[in-house]
């Protein structure tokens, strides 16, 4: 069983140093205690019950009146809308050369202040250039032809996803920032896409949210660690909800660790450019 380690329960400038210090040399069964007692979630691995505790008591020193439930207070926008595309693909096929059209196109808004998702977009979308979906596409993404053939372009669906940014006020009153898994679907997917059908780029997906990155940063992952939707969601001891490689479903697990994220007290800022 293990033992209560002493933490300070409000920490001043001077004591801060002292406090992380003895939650580095804490068990995970001990954290996890610490956590209950302080009212946070006691899920996840070692890394992460750190960094919670730790985040938690940077918050208690700026803010000695701060509550548990107050953390995800100091975000920089007012909305995140994730997003997570899946495009045409083969098996062995070069990444990086590969013209991999949009095929899926979804995004969950989530409201930075609440925490709750307040409204989803889906659409599948037709591709022109590569029109008929390989077997291992349909296998990897649950998406068949049929859906495909049915759909518009994309073109047309990304129109529909403007107007449906435009009818959240997003852009027009309230700040957002798209927020992805890793630098693809804004850099290749969505890069490309355009360039192909001849559309400018948008501008609000120039500069973005790389929750990857963010998480690798904020939980102090090691190189090399484990930075996948479920390699993240079992570092926290959560598990994948729906069919991975679904783009709907994977932005919502995305999603579920961005709120996690914003929870233990992270700032999700832009951190990524298709520049870089």
Known sequence: ?????????????HKLPYTNGVINRMSRDELKIQ???????????????????????KKMKNDSSAAADTMCECQKVDYFCVVDFEATCWEDQDFHSAKSE???????????????????FHSYCRPTINPVLSDFCERLTGICQAQVDAAETFPSVLRKFEL???????GHGRTFSIATHGPWDMKK?????????????????????????HFGNCYNVDKGGDLSIVGMLHAMELDFEGREHSGIDDTRNITRIMV???????????????LE
């Open 1 to 13: 069983m293990a033992s209560k380690r002493d933490v300070p329960s409000v920490p001043v400038v």
């Open 35 to 57: 956590a209950r007692e302080l009212h946070l979630n006691d899920r996840g691995e070692k890394n992460i019950l750190q960094k919670r505790l730790k985040l938690y008591y």
């Open 102 to 120: 949009i095929i899926e196109f979804p995004a969950v808004l989530l409201n930075a202040r609440s925490l709750e998702t307040e409204a989803e």
């Open 164 to 170: 449906w940014l435009e009818s959240h006020g997003l």
């Open 189 to 213: 997917f969505l890069r490309s896409q355009c360039e192909w059908c001849r559309l400018p780029f948008p501008n609000y997906g120039k500069n973005y949210v790389d929750m990857r990155r």
């Open 260 to 274: 996690q994220m914003m929870k233990d007290g992270w700032i999700l800022n832009n951190n990524k450019s298709i």
